[in-house]
Nanobody, 123 residues
Framework: QVQLVESGGGSVQAGGSLRLSCTVF??????MGWFRQAPGREREGVAA????????YYIDSVKGRFTSSQDSAKNTVYLQMNSLKAEDTAMYYCATGTSPNWWQMRPGDFTVWGQGTQVTVSS
């Protein structure tokens, strides 16, 4: 059974940093996306990374603050989040799948999801 196991969420003050991890079990993933969902809001793609190419994509609101990286030997993808803002508060998920449109970071194109990890940023 494919599993994506996330860790690294928590509570920080605005301006602080967190690093999320997503470890993949039993799945030869090609790409990984990071998503977030705040209460009352739709899930949105935040970042994505291609496993072999290392290509990364980000939404405008996190560019320059968030960085996705990976350790292929550990089957683990990371999301380093710096200069966090209150509006970054959300449940964060990693996800993967097989869609060729993965780089657009649309939730519907991802079929395997992690359990989520909460990020809370206080102002």
């Amino acid at each position: 059974q494919v599993q994506l196991v996330e860790s690294g969420g928590g509570s920080v003050q605005a301006g602080g940093s967190l690093r999320l991890s997503c470890t993949v079990f039993k799945y030869p993933y090609t790409f990984m996306g990071w998503f977030r969902q705040a209460p009352g809001r739709e899930r949105e793609g935040v970042a994505a990374i291609h496993r072999r190419l290392g290509t990364t994509y980000y939404i405008d609101s996190v560019k320059g603050r968030f960085t996705s990286s990976q350790d292929s030997a550990k089957n683990t993808v990371y999301l380093q989040m710096n200069s966090l803002k209150a509006e970054d508060t959300a449940m964060y998920y990693c996800a993967t799948g097989t869609s060729p449109n993965w780089w657009q970071m649309r939730p519907g194109d991802f079929t395997v999801w992690g359990q989520g990890t909460q990020v809370t940023v206080s102002s």
